[in-house]
């Protein structure tokens, strides 16, 4: 009797470190996919971010009424200022500050909502409006 | 008969086996999560070097491609807002390269907002000489380099324009 009680204490120990083990195991694998997801939309917003970096930076290089229109699939917000674009947790820069939403540049940071956008060089600026 | 004391019992549920399974899932367990920090490391590298990369190729096709804002900046280069070297398609304006060349390094970084980098811009003759130059090379310093080439015509002959922007090690 005495020794079937032992056994069944040290099996209870024995379970309760495995499922410490398990749950720790969860706790990090619940974290990491947390970040993986994080890293999958900053990716995702990072890479929209870029393409609208590269058309402002294309329609100024081409020219004098370039234009060109891009389908956003975020609200963003532009500094002309700082020569960036922020785009929920993430933002890419640009390599020139002549951009505007309406009229002549001020380097006023402003927003462009999701949906088409239509890019276009007036005036040796490049000018960036929902349509 | 000699039978063995019933106490033997006690240690049979902590055996080796156990406790090396355990073990081996630890290990196993530390090494996946060092594979993750690897990665996310490789990961923070790559989108650098892309945003190097794409900073190169964007200046070099501004240079190029675009007469500058002002159109006429080489006239006064302390108010340039954007340098650009172009002519007409494909040829480069002398007076144009001379002020690019003599304008001061940190304006330049300032205008195409690449403080974080730094450059250097050369122009190669057709056989091999260097014509011009501005800007600082890769050091021993330098993480990750990118070099952007682009073939123009200055002054009725071919020459290449060579753009590299680089990191420094933090």
Redesign the interface.
């Known amino acids: 009797m005495k020794?079937k009680g032992?056994?069944g204490i040290?099996?209870l120990f024995?379970i309760g470190?495995?499922v410490i083990?398990f749950i720790g195991?969860y706790a990090?694998y619940n974290d990491?996919s947390r970040n993986l997801l994080a890293?999958e939309q900053e990716l995702r917003q990072?890479e929209v971010c870029?393409g609208l970096?590269?058309d402002i930076?294309?329609v100024?290089?081409?020219?004098e009424g370039t234009e060109k229109t891009r389908r956003l699939e975020y609200n963003v917000t532009i500094q002309p200022q700082q020569?960036?674009i922020n785009l929920g947790k993430s933002f890419?820069?640009?390599?020139?500050?002549?951009v505007s939403s309406e009229g002549p540049v001020t380097g006023t940071p402003f927003n462009i909502g999701e949906g088409i956008v239509k890019i276009k060089n007036v005036n040796?600026?490049v000018r960036i409006q929902n349509e | 008969m000699n039978e063995r004391p019933p106490q033997s019992k006690r240690g049979q549920l902590f055996s080796l086996d156990l406790m090396a399974s355990g073990l081996g899932f630890i290990i196993f367990f530390i090494f996946l999560i060092s594979v993750w920090l690897v990665l996310s490391s490789r990961l923070e590298e790559k989108r650098e070097a892309e945003e190097l990369q794409l900073q190169a190729f964007q200046i070099t096709n501004m240079l190029i491609m675009s007469p500058g804002v002002p159109a006429d900046w080489e006239g006064n280069p302390a108010e340039v807002t954007i340098p650009g070297l172009q002519q007409s398609p494909g040829r480069l304006n002398q007076s144009k390269l001379d002020a690019f060349v003599a304008l001061d390094y940190n304006q330049v970084q300032k205008t195409f907002n690449i403080g974080r980098f730094e450059y250097q811009f050369k122009v190669i003759g057709i056989n091999g000489s260097l014509l011009y130059s501005a800007g600082i090379p890769p050091d021993n310093s330098s993480t990750r380099s990118i070099s952007v080439n682009r073939w123009v015509l200055q002054e009725n002959e071919t020459q290449q324009i060579l753009f590299t922007l680089w990191s420094r090690s933090k």
């Open positions: 020794q032992q056994a040290e099996a024995a470190v495995i083990l195991i990090v990491k890293v990072r870029v970096a590269n930076v294309s100024f290089t081409l020219g020569q960036r890419c820069t640009l390599t020139i500050g002549l040796q600026s």
